[in-house]
């Protein structure tokens, strides 16, 4: 792991291109409501208790989620969160809102979450195979 000296970022590659902007987290939630925000930590114990440790980065864009890399990307929206995750095989569902092919053997997935019940096992079977992604390939 390669460690940027300024914003203390862990990349798997050396002089990895990125922001060192420093955003404070709450600023995503910033007149988005108080169920985005619960959604959203919602998840992220759901990730932790069932798949792994996890580090929450808070970058302008959006929120990184990071196991031993950036295996999601979330977004809060009002009364919702939209996260993206990217796996090496072809899913067929009505949850996303989204779909992009990066290249032959990766493919970009949009699900929005409006409930917690929507933080099923499903969901958390593809985002562990998204978290454990670089770890197999």
Same mark, same amino acid.
């Given at each position: ?40 930590? +919602? ?14 980065? +808070? ?79």
């Amino acid at each position: 792991m390669w460690t940027c000296k300024k914003c203390n970022r862990e990349f798997t590659k050396t002089n990895q291109s990125h922001s060192c902007v420093v955003y404070p987290i709450d600023n995503h939630f910033k007149n988005k409501g108080e169920k985005s925000k619960s959604l959203f930590y +919602a998840l992220t114990k759901s990730i932790e208790d069932n798949i792994g440790e996890l580090k929450i980065e +808070a970058l302008p864009c959006c929120i990184h989620l990071v196991s031993h890399y950036t295996f999601s990307g979330v977004w809060i929206l009002k009364g919702k969160i939209r996260l993206d995750f990217r796996v090496n095989y072809e899913i067929k569902n009505k949850r996303f809102v989204k779909v992009e092919k990066l290249s032959t053997n990766r493919i970009l997935y949009f699900v929005e979450i409006t409930k917690e019940s929507d933080i099923d096992l499903e969901l958390l079977d593809w985002l562990k195979d998204s978290y454990n992604l670089k770890k197999t390939s």
